[in-house]
């Protein structure tokens, strides 16, 4: 049982460039996130899924995009990368009942330079 | 916007004393869950209390929640050294199962 995984763990990109970062869940979570955390400000939602076909905004969505075209992943597209979006990503599931803890993957520390 | 504030931000105890943080929040909420975080690794599940609880126990951990005066608490008794970590509060009431977390307090256990 892998739980949640996210590839790649370290990625410098230059601003302006593209990129997909990973996750893919075995647990057949419902429930699918990402966030952000920076130094000082916690972890912030940037997207989330209910299910498989369902995606909406969190606290700070622009910049990316996402998908959910399977129950088991959910990547996470950066547009045009900006030094703003330097931060370390992580994904989480959950079962969609509410009251399920998170599983979260061991994050992408990404550098835009 | 940060939903959960946790108090201190940082707390250095000895081994074997018990370490309390605080977790204020803003809106109603469905549960509060506390998570924990090694350095440089992505984030624990350590216990969830649902809204119309008011103490919970895991371990050596317990949790409260007063509903009231929108708080938590999370009390580690008897500390290690492995506990030291950053400890987040994360508060559930939004669509599906979204949570919003709080900034987290660095706990720092010495021998």
């Known amino acids: 049982n892998a739980g949640v995984t996210q590839t790649p763990k370290f990625q410098v990109l230059k601003t302006g460039q593209s990129m997909t970062l990973q996750c893919a869940q075995d647990?057949?979570?419902?429930?699918m996130s990402w966030y952000r955390q920076d130094p000082g400000m916690g972890l912030r939602l940037i997207h989330y899924s209910v299910g498989a076909g369902i995606t909406d905004q969190g606290e700070v969505p622009n910049g990316y995009n996402v998908s959910r075209s399977t129950t088991e992943d959910f990547p996470l597209r950066l547009l045009s990368a900006a030094p703003s979006q330097t931060s370390v990503y992580f994904c989480?599931?959950?079962?969609?009942?509410?009251?399920?803890?998170?599983?979260f993957g061991s994050g992408t520390r990404l550098t835009v330079v | 916007s940060q939903q959960g504030e946790e108090d201190p931000q940082a707390l250095s105890i000895q081994e074997g004393e018990n370490a309390t943080m605080n977790c204020s929040y803003k809106?109603?909420?469905?549960?509060l869950q506390w998570y924990r975080q090694n350095s440089g690794r992505g984030l624990v599940h350590l216990i969830l209390i649902r809204s119309n609880e008011r103490e919970k126990h895991s371990g050596r951990l317990r949790v409260t929640l007063d509903t009231s005066k929108k708080s938590s608490s999370l009390l580690i008794t008897a500390s290690r050294a492995a506990d030291t970590a950053s400890y987040f509060c994360a508060t559930g009431g939004g669509g599906g199962n979204k949570l919003t977390f709080g900034t987290g307090t660095q706990l720092k256990v010495e021998l």
């Open positions: 989480a599931s959950s079962y969609r009942d509410r009251g399920s803890g998170y599983t």
């Open positions: 647990m057949n979570h419902e429930y």
């Open positions: 809106t109603s909420i469905n549960n």
